[in-house]
């Protein structure tokens, strides 16, 4: 497996980023980690001409927490979301996702960035940044502008990041209350068959806030309103869990793979939600 | 199309290059530098077997560009010890029966030397799910995670006996 | 008076002989990434090779256009079958009797299949000429299921036009291979209609891949001057390629060299002879320079040697109290698109008929039909002797659906009709003779092992917390006690395109009392330099350490058909004790001239011959060693050397019994191995680790298969698995721990008693996985269900069952 040839660029500043993808257009694709693109390079189903790799270019590594405002680089990786110990505080659900992507080496190399930007359903920060209720930063030629992660997925590989834009880091508030990234995969370096991010917060007995995304049951990441405005308010019992099951439900649309038949997925889906729900209310 | 020049340290050993922006860093430890411990597996990053350390980090080489490598340390298993002085890793390899066929080896004691950096006391699912990247047809895996416990014990000893 | 000291157990220790858990010498190098794998190879001015391959399943080549290849720089030539056809190497034989295309002639029968090659100066260039073969295809009807296969008008091998007999019979539709029959038919249909119980079930084992981490390949390198051709590769039988090189070249067998180089595992996939072997040697022998060719991940799993894919129609017959009185199958067995299946040549279905098991079942009839598809060839023997997964897996499958029928425990309905001990040796109704064995032992040591009783109580109670609703987890036993039939074989009836399954091995003592052996087998991660050194130095009395074992170069090792089907150790293993009680003989005749007295008045003693009764007074191996190459001694030839070919007089029989807990969750159809107790019986064992890291890598291998790994095509012929991610290989995470256990029951005709052991755990583990989740759901009603088990066909059991509400 061999990629076709391209030209290489690693840019030290995201101006020069931006330059050559306006002067290459769509022959030109930004490399992050590179660990989805470059096997699609290697199966010839990627046709590159010019990769931009962002490596060099400072400030896109960089994960900070200002108060409860939490900005993270494109170029952080999976396993520094694993490693860091303030995300471990004001956003747990993000180490859980993550250690339950790929396997170690992909995660030394994948980055956040790479893994929102994709527009792969398969990917599952996407669905967490739906869950997040994150803010997207995409540099452009006209400077940057901010897209909320619930409107930045289209169909499959087609998100509202243009041509000449790069998306440079994610931005979401710390989460408070309990969480739960729950993935069923059919083995380590898989893809989810169904998988849920649930943030859920709670005042006395009752859910106060809930927020409910799922990962490839669509050709999108799913956040379904319905499923939290099912929560809102219950003590979340096993009827409101199932309603909000329900209501999950209604919002996706898997379609057949190597993972299985549609019917099954939405069993699975419908189990692996309800789990999640419970999950991150017992931690609530 | 033209070829880049790229510096790399590999094995303490400083490599200027020229290559074309498409080769994989495999190819090029491999084929330019006669490095031939690390293996083609599975080519889409989900064997491992071609595994090698950059930057303290295991990284799946068929997975990478050479120029994305450019100004990096890479250490393969080539360079994790010599023939009279071998790491604890290869000789508990040895002791437990780690390997057979040995094409998944050198990754996988590249990973398992990365692992116990990170985690010197691992348990045997730290090491399980540690190794979750590096795939073996062989062993059933059993005499690995017994290798690797193996020799972090050892090193742990060891490190305890010179405190 | 000799120096007495070491003692004997000592010296028995030195000689890290049979018996022993010695450390393999192959790991020095493995461990330091010093292995020698086919792509490691290097060769000044070395091409490369790549191949165009088709898109369709099934399409007729209008033509192939190769002049914006060739016009690209580094290009040094594009191969069709017409540039073949001169030479007569556009088609090939294959192991089965039948021929198989090496680059498309006309039409295409595989998605995958090879079309074109292209060599260039390197392995990019090669790969981007390739996507510069302009191919017109016209696309034709597919057929990937075989039962269709037989009823359609669609003519899938143009080629065997009007051929209504093959290599194996007659063949009764254009798109049939071969019925190939044993057994009594009307004897089994006589007791099945009389008796009190029958239980009938389609059992399927689906197509699957060996998939070894390293792909097939080779470096082909015509050296023009001396009129030499050297070929290295991925062969699982390098002798046998070297012959079929010859035939098929026209260069004579002693001017090719064949080097099997370390081999990054095999499991059967490396016996084949494969489209990019002859393109290598063509283009060597086309540019004069070394030509390298390495399959890639996708094409490996998609184009080279499947397994299985049998459909397996069963009836069992017996009496109300469970005593088997018949045994009748049917095999429907999908051959893709070329019959290529790797067995012995008087076989097409393999060893098969050892069907009826570790049953004494007075009766049994099999008949196998061969059917083209629109699929991969292959049909090998994936860590398998010939079809005895296939049949291991029916017959146990078929055990548990009597069992059923019967309302009986497996375990007991087993043990009732088990060969007893002093059956031994046993003729089955299929008309193999089994060498030894002592099932009731192992059966009832494993139950014990694993509280079988207690385990049977436990489910008992999940089932009913299950129905109270407090569970959503069912627990299943999968039992399994497999019979394999291994080491072919018997040169009178086993033979690979027409040599004989002998094996051998020839050992030459140096003077200074080490050693080299080298053997017609090879080594794809099985130990042989360990293993077969510690047969010899138990047999010749020289340490294990101090002798080499060498495999794989035709140029000096001995004539053997290889490594596969379990046969290393039966065969190989044998030729080695023989080939050593020569030079041990020589070394009586020696030892008694050095010691002065009549050969029959000395013995060998571990590492010695001893003047008998007289224990100090001896020569050491070492010492007659030397004295083999420095003294003249009247009527013996100088020098200590020995050949043994070996032809078996029967196959071996490994057994054993293993036991699988398994918990499934029905909702997701998750699967959990809480338990796996594997017991082994190999005959004389010869490097208990060695057997236990055999026994771990069986396993998970036939963990895969039964629980998620498959190559599967959808109705347009695309092969669905074609990578890493779909095609279920375990990660550590997934793969449980097992506890191994053994018995031993020596092999009466082997030298040493060995039985071979590579292939038992995937032969018999295969069962005990899916019988496991089978067994979980028997309480609910579930008789079969197809493999491989994963999440998504499990839960639909669950769900046919309706267990989901």
Request: negative net charge; proline residues 5%.
């Given at each position: 497996m061999i990629p076709a040839a391209f030209e290489y660029h690693r840019p030290s500043d995201i101006e020069a980023a931006l330059g050559l993808l306006q002067t290459h257009g769509d022959e030109a694709r930004v490399l992050a980690g590179g660990?989805?693109?470059?096997?699609?390079?290697?199966?010839?189903?990627?046709?590159?001409?010019?990769?931009?790799?962002?490596?060099?270019?400072?400030?896109?590594?960089?994960?900070?927490?200002?108060?409860?405002?939490?900005?993270?680089?494109?170029?952080?990786?999976?396993?520094?979301?694993?490693?860091?110990?303030?995300?471990?505080?004001?956003?747990?659900?993000?180490?859980?996702?993550?250690?339950?992507?790929?396997?170690?080496?992909?995660?030394?190399?994948?980055?956040?960035?790479?893994?929102?930007?994709?527009?792969?359903?398969?990917?599952?920060?996407?669905?967490?940044?739906?869950?997040?209720?994150?803010?997207?930063?995409?540099?452009?030629?006209?400077?940057?502008?901010?897209?909320?992660?619930?409107?930045?997925?289209?169909?499959?590989?087609?998100?509202?990041?243009?041509?000449?834009?790069?998306?440079?880091?994610?931005?979401?508030?710390?989460?408070?209350?309990?969480?739960?990234?729950?993935?069923?995969?059919?083995?380590?370096?898989?893809?989810?068959?169904?998988?849920?991010?649930?943030?859920?917060?709670?005042?006395?007995?009752?859910?106060?806030?809930?927020?409910?995304?799922?990962?490839?049951?669509?050709?999108?990441?799913?956040?379904?309103?319905?499923?939290?405005?099912?929560?809102?308010?219950?003590?979340?019992?096993?009827?409101?869990?199932?309603?909000?099951?329900?209501?999950?439900?209604?919002?996706?649309?898997?379609?057949?793979?190597?993972?299985?038949?549609?019917?099954?997925?939405?069993?699975?889906?419908?189990?692996?939600?309800?789990?999640?729900?419970?999950?991150?209310?017992?931690?609530? | 199309m033209p070829k880049t020049a790229i510096k790399l340290n590999v094995n303490g050993k400083a490599e200027d290059l020229l290559v074309e922006p498409r080769e994989l860093l495999i190819y090029v430890l491999r084929e330019k530098l006669n490095l031939t411990g690390p293996h083609v597996g599975c080519e889409t990053s989900h064997c491992g077997a071609c595994t090698v350390e950059i930057d303290g980090k295991s990284v799946k080489s068929c997975t990478m560009f050479a120029v994305q490598a450019d100004g990096a340390e890479i250490t393969t298993i080539e360079g994790l010890s010599t023939p009279d002085n071998l790491h604890v890793l290869q000789r508990m390899f040895r002791e437990h029966h780690g390997l057979q066929c040995g094409y998944c080896t050198p990754g996988m004691i590249m990973r398992a030397h990365r692992l116990l950096q990170e985690n010197p006391n691992p348990t045997e699912e730290d090491v399980r799910f540690g190794i979750a990247g590096n795939l073996c047809r062989c062993t059933g895996y059993q005499n690995i995670v017994k290798s690797i416990l193996a020799a972090a014990a050892e090193i742990n000893a060891a490190q305890e006996a010179a405190e | 008076m000799n120096d007495m000291t070491p003692d004997r157990d000592d010296r028995i220790a030195n000689l890290k002989g049979m018996g022993c858990a010695r450390k393999r010498v192959e790991d020095v190098r493995f461990t330091q990434g010093k292995g020698n794998y086919v792509d490691d190879i290097k060769l000044a001015g070395m091409l490369h090779g790549d191949f165009v391959r088709s898109p369709y399943a099934h399409a007729r080549v209008k033509s192939i256009n190769t002049d914006a290849a060739l016009a690209l720089p580094g290009v040094i030539a594009v191969l069709t079958a017409k540039d073949l056809e001169p030479l007569n190497l556009h088609w090939m034989p294959t192991l089965a009797g039948d021929k198989q295309m090496v680059l498309a002639d006309g039409k295409v029968l595989f998605q995958g299949q090879e079309v074109a090659f292209v060599v260039a100066e390197d392995r990019y260039i090669a790969a981007d000429a390739v996507e510069l073969v302009e191919v017109e295809y016209e696309d034709l009807p597919v057929l990937t299921d075989p039962f269709a296969a037989l009823q359609s008008d669609v003519v899938l091998r143009e080629d065997l036009a009007g051929q209504d007999s093959g290599a194996h019979g007659p063949r009764r539709h254009h798109n049939h291979i071969f019925l190939w029959e044993e057994g009594d038919k009307d004897a089994t249909e006589q007791v099945l209609d009389s008796a009190e119980v029958v239980a009938e079930e389609m059992i399927y084992y689906h197509r699957t891949h060996p998939c070894p981490l390293e792909t097939c390949g080779a470096v082909a390198s015509m050296d023009k001057v001396n009129g030499k051709l050297t070929l290295w590769g991925t062969f699982q039988a390098p002798h046998v390629v070297r012959t079929v090189a010859s035939l098929l070249s026209g260069i004579e067998e002693h001017n090719i060299r064949v080097v099997s180089p370390d081999i990054g595992g095999g499991f059967g996939n490396k016996v084949g002879v494969y489209p990019g072997y002859i393109c290598s040697i063509v283009a060597s022998i086309v540019t004069g320079r070394p030509v390298k060719w390495v399959e890639d991940r996708m094409e490996n799993l998609m184009a080279t040697a499947f397994a299985r894919d049998y459909w397996m129609q069963g009836k069992i017959a017996a009496t109300k109290d469970g005593k088997i009185t018949g045994l009748w199958c049917h095999v429907t067995a999908d051959h893709g698109a070329f019959d290529a299946c790797a067995d012995p040549t008087k076989f097409p279905a393999g060893f098969f008929h050892i069907c009826t098991g570790s049953y004494d079942i007075p009766v049994a009839y099999v008949g196998v039909d061969g059917v083209y598809t629109n699929k991969a060839p292959g049909g090998v023997a994936y860590r398998c002797s010939f079809r005895v997964t296939e049949a291991a897996y029916f017959i146990e499958r078929m055990i548990e659906v009597l069992a059923i029928e019967l309302g009986m425990d497996a375990a007991e309905l087993r043990a009732k009709n088990f060969i007893r001990a002093d059956q031994f040796p046993y003729t089955s109704a299929l008309g193999w003779e089994y060498d030894s064995g002592d099932y009731h032992t192992a059966w009832t040591k494993a139950l014990d092992a694993v509280d079988y009783a207690g385990l049977r109580r436990e489910q008992a109670d999940r089932v009913a917390a299950f129905k109270r609703g407090e569970t959503r987890k069912l627990m299943g036993i999968g039992l399994t006690h497999f019979t394999e039939i291994v080491g072919a074989g018997p040169v009178k009836n086993c033979d690979i395109l027409g040599m004989g399954m002998f094996d051998s091995c020839e050992i030459r003592i140096h003077p200074t009392g080490s050693a080299i052996a080298r053997l017609g087998t090879i080594s794809q991660g099985q130990g042989h330099a360990t293993t077969f050194a510690q047969i010899l130095a138990t047999e010749i009395g020289i340490p294990a350490d101090s002798i080499t074992i060498e495999e794989g170069d035709t140029d000096t090792a001995p004539y053997g058909l290889g490594t596969y089907g379990s046969r290393s150790t039966p065969v190989a293993g044998a030729a080695t004790a023989m080939a050593g009680r020569k030079i041990r003989a020589k070394a009586q005749m020696i030892a008694a001239y050095l010691l002065e007295v009549h050969d029959n008045d000395v013995e060998f003693d571990i590492d010695r011959f001893v003047v008998k009764g007289v224990p100090e007074r001896f020569k050491t191996m070492k010492e007659i060693a030397y004295a083999a190459y420095n003294q003249a001694i009247p009527g013996i030839e100088p020098g200590l050397e020995a050949v043994s070919y070996y032809d078996p007089p029967n196959m071996t029989y490994p057994f054993g019994a293993y036991i699988c807990v398994m918990e499934l969750d029905v909702d997701t159809g998750e699967h959990e191995i809480r338990q796996f107790y594997a017991l082994d019986d190999c005959g004389t064992r010869i490097n208990p680790m060695v057997i236990e890291g055999q026994v771990h890598g069986g396993l998970t291998e036939a963990l895969a298969i039964a629980m998620g790994q498959e190559i599967a095509y959808d109705e347009m012929g695309n092969c669905k698995t074609g990578t890493l991610m779909d095609f279920f290989l375990p990660t550590a995470w997934e793969t449980p721990n097992y506890t191994t256990d053994h018995t031993e029951t020596p092999s009466p005709h082997h030298p040493i008693g060995a039985k071979g052991v590579g292939e038992s755990p995937n032969v018999g583990g295969v069962p005990a996985f899916s019988n496991a989740v089978h067994d979980a759901f028997r309480a609910f009603g579930l008789r079969h269900a197809h493999m491989p088990h994963d999440h998504w066909r499990i839960w639909k059991i669950a769900n046919q069952l309706g267990l989901h509400g």
């Amino acid at each position: 497996m061999i990629p076709a040839a391209f030209e290489y660029h690693r840019p030290s500043d995201i101006e020069a980023a931006l330059g050559l993808l306006q002067t290459h257009g769509d022959e030109a694709r930004v490399l992050a980690g590179g660990h989805s693109l470059i096997p699609m390079m290697k199966l010839r189903m990627a046709a590159i001409e010019h990769l931009i790799d962002l490596r060099d270019i400072a400030g896109l590594r960089d994960i900070r927490i200002d108060g409860t405002t939490i900005r993270i680089g494109a170029m952080v990786t999976q396993a520094d979301l694993i490693t860091h110990d303030g995300l471990a505080r004001t956003a747990p659900i993000l180490r859980e996702a993550a250690l339950q992507i790929a396997d170690p080496q992909v995660r030394y190399m994948g980055t956040v960035g790479g893994n929102v930007a994709n527009g792969d359903p398969g990917n599952d920060m996407p669905g967490l940044m739906q869950a997040l209720d994150a803010v997207f930063t995409l540099a452009g030629p006209d400077g940057d502008r901010d897209v909320a992660a619930r409107d930045f997925y289209e169909s499959a590989y087609m998100t509202a990041r243009e041509d000449d834009e790069i998306l440079t880091g994610i931005r979401f508030d710390a989460t408070a209350g309990g969480y739960a990234y729950e993935k069923q995969k059919r083995k380590i370096g898989d893809y989810a068959t169904a998988a849920a991010a649930v943030l859920i917060t709670r005042e006395g007995g009752c859910v106060k806030s809930a927020s409910v995304a799922m990962t490839n049951l669509a050709d999108t990441p799913i956040w379904s309103r319905a499923a939290a405005e099912a929560l809102l308010g219950s003590s979340c019992d096993a009827d409101a869990i199932r309603a909000a099951t329900t209501a999950a439900l209604a919002d996706i649309d898997p379609t057949e793979d190597n993972r299985g038949p549609v019917e099954f997925k939405r069993h699975v889906a419908g189990i692996i939600i309800s789990r999640a729900i419970a999950r991150a209310w017992s931690r609530a | 199309m033209p070829k880049t020049a790229i510096k790399l340290n590999v094995n303490g050993k400083a490599e200027d290059l020229l290559v074309e922006p498409r080769e994989l860093l495999i190819y090029v430890l491999r084929e330019k530098l006669n490095l031939t411990g690390p293996h083609v597996g599975c080519e889409t990053s989900h064997c491992g077997a071609c595994t090698v350390e950059i930057d303290g980090k295991s990284v799946k080489s068929c997975t990478m560009f050479a120029v994305q490598a450019d100004g990096a340390e890479i250490t393969t298993i080539e360079g994790l010890s010599t023939p009279d002085n071998l790491h604890v890793l290869q000789r508990m390899f040895r002791e437990h029966h780690g390997l057979q066929c040995g094409y998944c080896t050198p990754g996988m004691i590249m990973r398992a030397h990365r692992l116990l950096q990170e985690n010197p006391n691992p348990t045997e699912e730290d090491v399980r799910f540690g190794i979750a990247g590096n795939l073996c047809r062989c062993t059933g895996y059993q005499n690995i995670v017994k290798s690797i416990l193996a020799a972090a014990a050892e090193i742990n000893a060891a490190q305890e006996a010179a405190e | 008076m000799n120096d007495m000291t070491p003692d004997r157990d000592d010296r028995i220790a030195n000689l890290k002989g049979m018996g022993c858990a010695r450390k393999r010498v192959e790991d020095v190098r493995f461990t330091q990434g010093k292995g020698n794998y086919v792509d490691d190879i290097k060769l000044a001015g070395m091409l490369h090779g790549d191949f165009v391959r088709s898109p369709y399943a099934h399409a007729r080549v209008k033509s192939i256009n190769t002049d914006a290849a060739l016009a690209l720089p580094g290009v040094i030539a594009v191969l069709t079958a017409k540039d073949l056809e001169p030479l007569n190497l556009h088609w090939m034989p294959t192991l089965a009797g039948d021929k198989q295309m090496v680059l498309a002639d006309g039409k295409v029968l595989f998605q995958g299949q090879e079309v074109a090659f292209v060599v260039a100066e390197d392995r990019y260039i090669a790969a981007d000429a390739v996507e510069l073969v302009e191919v017109e295809y016209e696309d034709l009807p597919v057929l990937t299921d075989p039962f269709a296969a037989l009823q359609s008008d669609v003519v899938l091998r143009e080629d065997l036009a009007g051929q209504d007999s093959g290599a194996h019979g007659p063949r009764r539709h254009h798109n049939h291979i071969f019925l190939w029959e044993e057994g009594d038919k009307d004897a089994t249909e006589q007791v099945l209609d009389s008796a009190e119980v029958v239980a009938e079930e389609m059992i399927y084992y689906h197509r699957t891949h060996p998939c070894p981490l390293e792909t097939c390949g080779a470096v082909a390198s015509m050296d023009k001057v001396n009129g030499k051709l050297t070929l290295w590769g991925t062969f699982q039988a390098p002798h046998v390629v070297r012959t079929v090189a010859s035939l098929l070249s026209g260069i004579e067998e002693h001017n090719i060299r064949v080097v099997s180089p370390d081999i990054g595992g095999g499991f059967g996939n490396k016996v084949g002879v494969y489209p990019g072997y002859i393109c290598s040697i063509v283009a060597s022998i086309v540019t004069g320079r070394p030509v390298k060719w390495v399959e890639d991940r996708m094409e490996n799993l998609m184009a080279t040697a499947f397994a299985r894919d049998y459909w397996m129609q069963g009836k069992i017959a017996a009496t109300k109290d469970g005593k088997i009185t018949g045994l009748w199958c049917h095999v429907t067995a999908d051959h893709g698109a070329f019959d290529a299946c790797a067995d012995p040549t008087k076989f097409p279905a393999g060893f098969f008929h050892i069907c009826t098991g570790s049953y004494d079942i007075p009766v049994a009839y099999v008949g196998v039909d061969g059917v083209y598809t629109n699929k991969a060839p292959g049909g090998v023997a994936y860590r398998c002797s010939f079809r005895v997964t296939e049949a291991a897996y029916f017959i146990e499958r078929m055990i548990e659906v009597l069992a059923i029928e019967l309302g009986m425990d497996a375990a007991e309905l087993r043990a009732k009709n088990f060969i007893r001990a002093d059956q031994f040796p046993y003729t089955s109704a299929l008309g193999w003779e089994y060498d030894s064995g002592d099932y009731h032992t192992a059966w009832t040591k494993a139950l014990d092992a694993v509280d079988y009783a207690g385990l049977r109580r436990e489910q008992a109670d999940r089932v009913a917390a299950f129905k109270r609703g407090e569970t959503r987890k069912l627990m299943g036993i999968g039992l399994t006690h497999f019979t394999e039939i291994v080491g072919a074989g018997p040169v009178k009836n086993c033979d690979i395109l027409g040599m004989g399954m002998f094996d051998s091995c020839e050992i030459r003592i140096h003077p200074t009392g080490s050693a080299i052996a080298r053997l017609g087998t090879i080594s794809q991660g099985q130990g042989h330099a360990t293993t077969f050194a510690q047969i010899l130095a138990t047999e010749i009395g020289i340490p294990a350490d101090s002798i080499t074992i060498e495999e794989g170069d035709t140029d000096t090792a001995p004539y053997g058909l290889g490594t596969y089907g379990s046969r290393s150790t039966p065969v190989a293993g044998a030729a080695t004790a023989m080939a050593g009680r020569k030079i041990r003989a020589k070394a009586q005749m020696i030892a008694a001239y050095l010691l002065e007295v009549h050969d029959n008045d000395v013995e060998f003693d571990i590492d010695r011959f001893v003047v008998k009764g007289v224990p100090e007074r001896f020569k050491t191996m070492k010492e007659i060693a030397y004295a083999a190459y420095n003294q003249a001694i009247p009527g013996i030839e100088p020098g200590l050397e020995a050949v043994s070919y070996y032809d078996p007089p029967n196959m071996t029989y490994p057994f054993g019994a293993y036991i699988c807990v398994m918990e499934l969750d029905v909702d997701t159809g998750e699967h959990e191995i809480r338990q796996f107790y594997a017991l082994d019986d190999c005959g004389t064992r010869i490097n208990p680790m060695v057997i236990e890291g055999q026994v771990h890598g069986g396993l998970t291998e036939a963990l895969a298969i039964a629980m998620g790994q498959e190559i599967a095509y959808d109705e347009m012929g695309n092969c669905k698995t074609g990578t890493l991610m779909d095609f279920f290989l375990p990660t550590a995470w997934e793969t449980p721990n097992y506890t191994t256990d053994h018995t031993e029951t020596p092999s009466p005709h082997h030298p040493i008693g060995a039985k071979g052991v590579g292939e038992s755990p995937n032969v018999g583990g295969v069962p005990a996985f899916s019988n496991a989740v089978h067994d979980a759901f028997r309480a609910f009603g579930l008789r079969h269900a197809h493999m491989p088990h994963d999440h998504w066909r499990i839960w639909k059991i669950a769900n046919q069952l309706g267990l989901h509400g």
